[in-house]
């Protein structure tokens, strides 16, 4: 019954094994998307400053282009004096107050030319800044997505080493103790057994148990349950608890030499 009792807690072991690693494996691609996110949003962020370098670049073209129509039609005024169709006074302060006016207009047009080469120049800087965390996050993402997928073939290769383990486990526990097992670990999500404390409580459901059945669970010759939960106990208390698989798989390996 103690051999049993050693199987059924190593299988538990096992089971609670599996199930993780199934939890792991299903867990995969979520971790990927999440480790994706910083990449979609540094990718956003290039996207939207290279617009705006684009309206700038654009705003910045049509500038110079009103600039150049503006030092044309200076040019322009300016040949007419040369060609003296100027005579009168009265045409001569028309003349002069309207390249007065010319030369403003063209220094307007020229601040506003300055002050977006300026923004061009800024925006040119947020662009690379931008291109380099987008980079980072392309590289990080490569790394994470590399490792996470590379986990998928470990944790398989676990998944298929652990299944065997466990046939072979579970081949050899008495049959109606396994099928109990298995129902209570269906019941009892994936806890089929439960130690006994030193102090005599189930430590599944925390309840106490009677006395008898404590010291016979201690001496372990009978396969016994807890009257609240049903589960298989096992003495907790000292000196199997968390040594009862590892003295199993030494016993098994001993008896396949
Ligand atoms: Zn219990």
């Known amino acids: 019954m103690k051999e049993d009792l050693q199987r059924l807690m190593s299988l538990q072991e096992v089971d609670g094994r599996l199930e993780e690693l199934a939890d792991r494996k299903k867990r995969i691609p ?91 120049d800024v925006k040119k800087k947020e662009l690379a800044q931008a291109d380099a965390a987008m980079k980072e996050a392309e590289r990080k993402f490569a790394v994470e ?40 670990r269906v019941s009892r999500k994936g806890q089929a057994l439960a130690g006994v404390t030193k102090e005599g409580s189930c430590m599944a459901c925390r309840l106490q148990i009677q006395p008898q059945v404590v010291s016979d669970v201690k001496r372990g010759m009978s396969v016994l349950t807890c009257i609240y939960c049903q589960r298989i106990l096992y003495w907790a208390g000292e000196p199997y608890h968390g040594t009862a698989a590892s003295e199993l798989e030494k016993e098994t390996a001993e008896k396949s030499d």
């Not at 990927?32 to 996207?47: G, K, T, W």
């Not at 298929?160 to 097992?181: C, F, G, H, I, N």
Request: glycine share 4%; hydrophobic share 40%; net charge neutral.
């Open 30 to 120: 979520e971790l990927v998307a999440a480790a994706q996110r910083p990449l979609h949003a540094a990718q956003a962020l290039h996207e939207v400053t290279k617009k705006d370098l684009d309206t700038s670049t654009k705003q910045r073209k049509a500038v110079e282009d009103e600039l150049a129509v503006q030092e044309q039609a200076i040019s322009k005024l300016q040949d007419r004096a040369i060609k003296g169709a100027i005579k009168t006074n009265k045409e001569f302060q028309a003349h002069k107050f309207e390249i007065d006016l010319a030369k403003k207009k063209k220094g307007e047009i020229e601040e506003q030319l300055l002050m977006l080469m300026d923004q061009v």
């Open 145 to 184: 997505k590399t490792s996470l997928e590379g986990s998928v073939g470990a944790i398989e290769q676990e998944l298929v080493e652990q299944t065997q383990r466990r046939k072979d486990m579970a081949a050899a526990v008495e049959k109606s103790l396994l099928r109990t097992y298995e129902k209570l």
